[in-house]
């Protein structure tokens, strides 16, 4: 039994990190563009969706937050103690998609999970998320960036940490079926239990900081590449790479597949899938180009720092 | 052990009918087209792709034979007597994704599969396949004309094989998720074994006979369909609904999964993905416009005949 419960406290930062995020990119889109849907979900809880697609700037944005909670799901009974009834989950999940080719897909999210007993005493508890970036073209400094960003506020709070998630999400982003990494990674981290490598307050203040990380570590490089020209060759590129994003989603992406067999609601979860996609037969850049070097960065995790 | 082995005599069968596929449709298209690829498979075997795309009538056409053998695969081990120690499967696969809105998409797949113990004697053997229908505008006469194509050459063989198989097919193409049908269905079937519904020679000619069916079941369909006009939110939405696809093909199709897991080949297992796709937020049809109609549709398997 755990007397430490930040269920509230974490669940008031997303609803407020996503009025943030939205906010930010609204400003970088010139316009307010975020419509908001509510769902239920019939065996308890829900969530707030916001979407927005079509801008000049965001091709494609969702900024989501759900809570649901009750019986442990059939995909989840292994995981448990046997005295687990139920289960509470609250994260907010961010994927965006620019126009631009230029600009890399980036996604984010956070989350928070509880196993309770049948007096709703906590057995376990847990942290997740992480943060990853999918170039299409890729720009060195914006990798750097990306990855110096996010390094400096796990150093903040464990040395251990970024070395280790960031491998995490190297292992994690990858499409076996293809041999390749999903994009240039980021960090990636599940099962934070309070106690293990921090304690209590510390890992609920890690969570905080390394959420509230994502937007310095991605607005600088939309803002940097949300306006270069690119020619109509390049947007078809980053349309049959978007493929591969749809392929990792619904291949290998345990989030879609958590969110699928647990009742989530689908539009909610398929926000992440870009907005328009191509699948052409055996495309193979010539070598030494820039579509090229994309894949051959993608063959392996490198350091970026 | 079983003296019966129709595997040379099903392979250049379906050699033969991936040429007369490709020369059928080419003839729609109004020149050659298809491309051939040939692929080997590290652990035995390989295949011969047809593949088209960028057509005025075919925006892109897949007609695949692959001949696979070797080891039996981890995800086939639960399926197999102990005895069993390698195994052999060729199949022909036909994915049709027609540029105009109005011509429905169309699947078809025929399969045979032998699994030999040390000394390459039979264990057992069975035929699988199925053919089916994905609209995007619902013009009834093409279901009924699908559907009573492939019934009438069952009817030939077994009288309980349409309404069996017509049945598996809507089971089978059913996106759980959606709660949808993939499309209007067709047939589907297997683990066909001699000696059960229909002795040696007989299920070897009823699986001759139904595959040679698909062509007559099709053209005249994308014929009557392929130069009717068509608006751009008509394409739009035929672009929208292909996504349908993709999230069947890779979440639950297991011919894609075991094509992925046997070391098959990526790009000729994802020639059946469509040319360009759309994933938008929560796309709802206005109430009886021909969008909705087809959604409606596609809320429950119906009796074309």
Same mark, same amino acid.
């Given at each position: 039994m755990h007397n430490f419960n930040p269920r509230i406290r974490f669940f008031e930062f997303i609803r407020d990190l996503q009025e943030t995020v939205c906010k930010s990119l609204e400003e970088i889109e010139g316009s307010e563009s975020f419509i908001e849907d509510s769902w239920d979900r019939p065996e308890g809880g829900g969530g707030w969706s916001r979407i927005f697609s079509? $801008?000049?700037? *965001?091709e494609k944005a969702g900024v989501n937050v759900s809570e649901v909670h009750g019986p442990i799901p059939d995909i989840l009974k292994d995981q448990v103690?046997?005295?687990?009834k139920s289960f509470y989950a609250t994260g907010i999940s961010i994927v965006i998609h620019p126009r631009n080719p230029m600009a890399p897909t980036t996604h984010a999210n956070f989350r928070y999970f509880q196993v309770l007993d049948s007096n709703d005493d906590i057995l376990d508890q847990w942290f997740g998320g992480g943060a990853d970036l999918t170039p299409y073209y890729l720009f060195e400094e914006d990798a750097s960036h990306f990855h110096r960003t996010l390094k400096t506020t796990c150093d903040e709070h464990n040395q251990d940490f970024y070395p280790k998630f960031k491998v995490w999400c190297d292992k994690y982003f990858y499409n076996t079926h293809r041999q390749e990494?999903?994009?240039i990674g980021g960090i990636f981290f599940d099962?934070?239990?309070? $106690?293990?490598? *921090?304690q209590e307050t510390e890992l609920e203040n890690f969570i905080y900081k390394i959420a509230s990380a994502f937007l310095p570590a991605y607005i600088p490089i939309i803002k940097q590449r949300m306006n270069l020209n690119y020619s109509s060759a390049q947007k078809h590129w980053q349309e049959v790479r978007r493929g591969r994003y749809v392929e990792f989603n619904l291949l290998h992406d345990r989030g879609t597949i958590f969110g699928l067999k647990t009742g989530g609601r689908i539009e909610s979860i398929f926000m992440?899938?870009?907005p328009i996609v191509r699948w052409e037969y055996n495309v193979s850049p010539k070598k030494n180009t820039a579509e090229w070097n994309t894949l051959e960065i993608l063959k392996k995790p490198k350091n970026w720092l």
């Open positions: 079509g $801008g000049a700037v *965001l103690p046997s005295a687990a990494q999903r994009g099962h934070l239990r309070p $106690g293990e490598e *921090l992440s899938l870009p």
